[in-house]
Every structure is written in structure tokens, then in C-alpha cells.
């Protein structure tokens, strides 16, 4: 269990740097959506195409980026949203059973399933270097990428918490009072 559980510290430290790394990309994607609407405001009144589909597909890629890298590290922080009002009452045990189930059924099998969709029409975006519609748009190849990259790190991601649930069903005490720390830190009292 000790090989398991580094392996789990180990995707638990690549989901936080790459979840660090989609929350400073949103700086720079205000700054480009920014530039964008300021651009075409500002192009308006002066006669002048300030602004180009390049600027305005970054900003799409950008978003997408963001959005794609942060499903790992929402789950870490286990920030998703719950609506269910028996969870919520559970015994933390009862709910660490929920979350195993949940992540052994649906999560991992999602995800499996996600990589395996997408690969072949991530593979034939490559091999035809796939280009926008649009007139000075970017190559799609890149972007369609990042779904599978999102899919594998959600998949690890997926793996290391079922390693932290078991962890804890089987009284490894030091894993959960350390899942109960990051809770903490995160702002979300699920384990109280």
C-alpha cells in the first residue's frame, strides 16, 4: 500500500501543478479577451480591422485549456458540486464508500471511455494538421490534444483518490486525516 500511496502523492502533485498552471493562463486569457473587445471597439472608430480570428481562437483555446486542466484538480480538492442532500448526512465512512463506488463504476470507466473515443479523431486531426474554418485561424490538432490530455490526467487523478479511499477504508489514519487537511484547505467540510 505504501507504493500506492507515493504513486498517489505523485498524481496528487500533477494535478495541483497543472491546476496552478490553468489558474495563471486565466490571466492571460482576460488579458486576450480584453484586447479583443478593446480592439474591436477601438477599430470601429478609427476605420482600422484592429482585432483577427488568431486572437480571438486563442482566446477559445485558452478557455479550453483551462477548462480541460482543471478536472483533475477539482477532483483532488473534491470541489465538485453535490446536490445530494443524503451524502451530505452520511457518515464519512458511508461517504467514502460512496466516493470508491462512484470512482471504480463511473469516473474511471468515463474516462476510459473518453480516451479511447477520442484518440483516433485526435490522431486524423495530427495526420491532416487540421486548420480552422476561419480565415488566419489556428490548427485545431493542438487543441483536440488536450482532450485526451484532460482525460488521462482526470483518469490518474481518478486512480490516485480510489488508492486515498481504500486507504482510508482499510484505517490507514494518516491518509485520512491528511484528505481531511486538504479538504480543509480547500474550504469544503466534507469529512466533518
Not at 497543472?18 to 476605420?47: C, E, M, P, Q, W
Not at 486531426?125 to 482532450?147: N, Q, V
Not at 491518509?175 to 467540510?189: K, P
Amino acid at each position: 500500500m505504501a507504493v500506492l500511496l507515493r504513486m498517489a502523492r505523485w498524481i496528487d502533485q500533477l494535478s495541483e501543478a497543472l491546476g496552478k498552471v490553468a489558474i495563471s493562463l486565466t490571466l492571460v486569457l482576460v488579458a486576450i479577451g480584453f484586447y479583443n473587445v478593446a480592439a474591436r471597439y477601438v477599430g470601429r472608430f478609427i476605420g482600422q480591422n484592429l482585432s483577427s480570428n488568431s486572437f480571438i481562437e486563442t482566446q477559445w483555446y485558452l478557455f479550453s485549456v483551462i477548462f480541460f486542466l482543471m478536472f483533475a484538480y477539482n477532483l483532488r480538492h473534491d470541489v465538485n458540486v453535490r446536490v445530494d442532500f443524503l451524502y451530505a448526512r452520511w457518515s464519512e465512512r458511508r461517504r467514502i464508500w460512496a466516493d470508491l463506488l462512484g470512482t471504480l463504476l463511473a469516473l474511471i470507466p468515463f474516462c476510459i471511455l473518453g480516451i479511447w473515443t477520442t484518440v483516433t479523431p485526435v490522431l486524423f486531426s495530427w495526420r491532416l494538421w487540421e486548420m480552422s474554418p476561419d480565415p488566419g485561424g489556428l490548427p485545431r490538432a493542438p487543441i483536440k490534444t488536450f482532450i485526451l490530455v484532460a482525460f488521462s490526467v482526470l483518469l490518474l487523478q481518478a486512480i490516485a483518490q480510489a488508492i486515498k479511499y481504500i486507504a482510508i477504508l482499510t484505517g490507514q489514519n494518516e491518509i485520512a486525516q491528511q484528505v481531511r487537511d486538504e479538504t480543509a484547505l480547500a474550504g469544503h467540510s466534507n469529512f466533518e
